[in-house]
């Protein structure tokens, strides 16, 4: 994820010479890092492919949300994560904190599978669905630029001088507070209604969805 990011950098960057190269250098250190540092990047990719694999299985289940004791609970749950994501969208607005917009992340990312789940009851609901995945995907690169800012600094000096990561600090801010602009405004789109009012028009949909299967 570091590299993709810092490569991505590099190519924005064509146009600056000073910059281009400087992130140039940051290719080469990342590359140069023990085995177990990239060892443990790759680990965080397998978890994410793990839980991707076991989305792909729970929606074979299908119609079976459409039975009594099925979709009241995922109900339960996506009313849940909706209030938390919203009380949380709300407090980054009013203060722009790392571990907020992480926090906001992990429950857009959350909300994100319920809705994925509820797929083929909800397809009128598709564009909120690939919304939210284009929502989690800007806080997800939001969060890359902090660790990558953060992980600039464990780098060796003879890589970088202290005036080498100021530049690079910068650009990595600027980039952020594009994202993060752009995520708000895409938060404020999809979290606006009131969770009564949300879960009243997801129930709306698994009713209306329900009753042929039970007459199937």
């Not at 924005?12 to 443990?40: C, F, G, I, N, Y």
Request: charged letters at 30%; hydrophobic letters at 40%; proline letters at 2%.
């Amino acid at each position: 994820v570091l590299r993709k990011t810092v490569q991505n950098f590099r190519k924005a960057s064509a146009q600056d010479p000073h910059m281009e190269a400087l992130w140039t250098r940051v290719v080469v250190a990342l590359d140069a890092e023990q085995p177990s540092a990239r060892k443990t990047r790759e680990g965080i990719k397998a978890s994410g492919r793990c839980a991707i694999q076991l989305l792909r299985k729970a929606k074979k289940l299908d119609h079976e949300f459409a039975e009594d004791a099925g979709y009241p609970s995922l109900l339960t749950g996506l009313d849940r994560t909706y209030k938390q994501a919203r009380k949380l969208y709300k407090s980054l607005r009013k203060d722009d904190d790392v571990e907020t917009s992480h926090r906001l992340r992990r429950r857009v990312k959350y909300l994100w599978y319920d809705m994925q789940l509820l797929e083929n009851a909800t397809e009128t609901l598709e564009d909120f669905r690939k919304d939210l995945g284009v929502l989690g995907e800007l806080l997800g690169d939001e969060h890359d630029l902090v660790d990558l800012r953060c992980h600039l600094t464990t780098l060796s000096s003879a890589a970088l001088s202290l005036q080498d990561l100021i530049d690079l600090s910068a650009a990595i801010s600027e980039r952020r507070a594009e994202i993060h602009s752009e995520a708000m405004a895409l938060g404020e789109r999809l979290l606006a209604e009131k969770p009564a009012a949300f879960l009243a028009r997801i129930e709306q949909f698994l009713t209306a969805w329900k009753r042929p299967a039970e007459a199937a």
